[in-house]
Nanobody
Framework: VQLVESGGGLVQNGGSLRLSCAASGTVFAITVMGWYRQPPGKQRDPVATITTGGDTDYAQSVEGRFTISRDSAKNTVYLQMDSLKPEDTAVYYC?????WGQGDYWGQGTQVTVSE
């Protein structure tokens, strides 16, 4: 599976951004799609995930501000980020699992910077 991310950038405190991640290759085996982020000098942590059945899960820090969705026809996952805060600044990575974790794939990462 190959992943291409887009949508990062610089935004002011309280602003919004939408990230997109398009998958290609063995897409029929995809079971979970999600987003992770890695702030400077810190570890990579999960932000939000969505299963083929539409079940979603969010990190507590983004609950109510971020929304994950997927377009199965386009094999694309989105992350709508609203009410952004400076602490949301990080490199955001798209992640796709196939066959419930047997395969694990990462995008190249996209920088999101939220200014004061």
């Amino acid at each position: 599976v190959q992943l291409v991310e887009s949508g990062g950038g610089l935004v002011q405190n309280g602003g919004s951004l939408r990230l997109s991640c398009a998958a290609s290759g063995t897409v029929f085996a995809i079971t979970v799609m999600g987003w992770y982020r890695q702030p400077p000098g810190k570890q990579r942590d999960p932000v939000a995930t969505i299963t083929t059945g539409g079940d979603t899960d969010y990190a507590q820090s983004v609950e109510g501000r971020f929304t994950i969705s997927r377009d199965s026809a386009k094999n694309t996952v989105y992350l709508q980020m609203d009410s952004l805060k400076p602490e949301d600044t990080a490199v955001y990575y798209c992640n796709v699992q196939t066959n419930w974790g047997q395969g694990d794939y990462w995008g190249q990462g996209t920088q999101v910077t939220v200014s004061e």
